[in-house]
C-alpha cells in the first residue's frame, strides 16, 4: 500500500474493523517514513456478473442501475436512502452466492421485488407494472389485491388498501 502522501510503501496498520456487515475491513494505517495516517478498505473480489436480459443479450451487473432502477419506484415515496442502499446490497450479495457469472434479468427482478414489498407497497407495484409488463389497468388492481391480500411484512410498513367500489359491498 503506497502513502498518498509520500508514497512510501512501508507503513503498519493501527485499527482495523469490519463494515458494511462484514462485507470489507476497514483499516487505519499509519506511513512509517512521514508518519502520515489514512484509510483503506478490503473487501473480497468478486467475479463480475453478466445479466442475461429477457431478448438474450447481454450487459455487465451495474449496481448504479439497480440503485438507479428502484430510486425510480421509490420516488416522492417515503423511503430513506440507507433502506435503498442496504437493499441493494442486500440483492448484490445474495445474487453473487446465488450465481457464478450469468444472472437471468428475471433474477434480479424477482430480488428486487422482494425488497420493495418490505420497503413500500405503492414502490413494489409501480416496479411491478415495469417488471411483469402490466398492459391494461386490470393488472394494476389484480397486483394491488394480492398484495394486499399477503398483508404488509412487518409492522413499519404502511397499510394498503384498495377503495371500495361504488355500489359494491365488502
Given at each position: 500500500?503506497?502513502?498518498?502522501?509520500?508514497?512510501?510503501?512501508?507503513?503498519?496498520?493501527?485499527?482495523?474493523?469490519?463494515?458494511?456487515?462484514?462485507?470489507?475491513?476497514?483499516?487505519?494505517?499509519?506511513c512509517?517514513?512521514?508518519?502520515?495516517?489514512?484509510?483503506?478498505?478490503?473487501?473480497?473480489?468478486?467475479?463480475?456478473?453478466?445479466?442475461?436480459?429477457?431478448?438474450?443479450?447481454?450487459?455487465?451487473?451495474?449496481?448504479?442501475?439497480?440503485?438507479?432502477?428502484?430510486?425510480?419506484?421509490?420516488?416522492?415515496?417515503?423511503?430513506?436512502?440507507?433502506?435503498?442502499?442496504?437493499?441493494?446490497?442486500?440483492?448484490?450479495?445474495?445474487?453473487?452466492?446465488?450465481?457464478?457469472?450469468?444472472?437471468?434479468?428475471?433474477?434480479?427482478?424477482?430480488?428486487?421485488?422482494?425488497?420493495?414489498?418490505?420497503?413500500?407497497?405503492?414502490?413494489?407495484?409501480?416496479?411491478?407494472?415495469?417488471?411483469?409488463?402490466?398492459?391494461?389497468?386490470?393488472?394494476?388492481?389484480?397486483?394491488?389485491?394480492?398484495?394486499?391480500?399477503?398483508g404488509?411484512?412487518?409492522?413499519?410498513?404502511?397499510?394498503?388498501e384498495?377503495?371500495?367500489?361504488?355500489?359494491?359491498?365488502?
Open positions: 500500500m503506497r502513502c498518498p502522501k509520500c508514497t512510501g510503501q512501508e507503513d503498519r496498520v493501527i485499527d482495523s474493523r469490519s463494515s458494511k456487515e462484514g462485507a470489507t475491513i476497514r483499516r487505519r494505517r499509519e512509517l517514513s512521514c508518519s502520515h495516517r489514512f484509510t483503506t478498505y478490503e473487501e473480497i473480489e468478486r467475479e463480475l456478473l453478466v445479466i442475461i436480459k429477457r431478448d438474450g443479450r447481454r450487459e455487465p451487473f451495474s449496481r448504479e442501475k439497480l440503485v438507479a432502477g428502484i430510486k425510480r419506484a421509490c420516488q416522492k415515496r417515503p423511503v430513506p436512502e440507507e433502506a435503498i442502499a442496504n437493499a441493494v446490497e442486500r440483492i448484490a450479495e445474495n445474487l453473487s452466492a446465488s450465481f457464478d457469472r450469468e444472472v437471468p434479468a428475471r433474477e434480479v427482478g424477482a430480488r428486487v421485488m422482494t425488497e420493495l414489498h418490505s420497503l413500500d407497497a405503492v414502490a413494489y407495484i409501480r416496479f411491478a407494472s415495469i417488471y411483469r409488463q402490466f398492459e391494461e389497468v386490470t393488472d394494476f388492481v389484480e397486483e394491488a389485491q394480492r398484495l394486499a391480500s399477503l404488509p411484512p412487518d409492522k413499519r410498513q404502511m397499510s394498503f384498495l377503495p371500495a367500489e361504488s355500489g359494491a359491498t365488502p
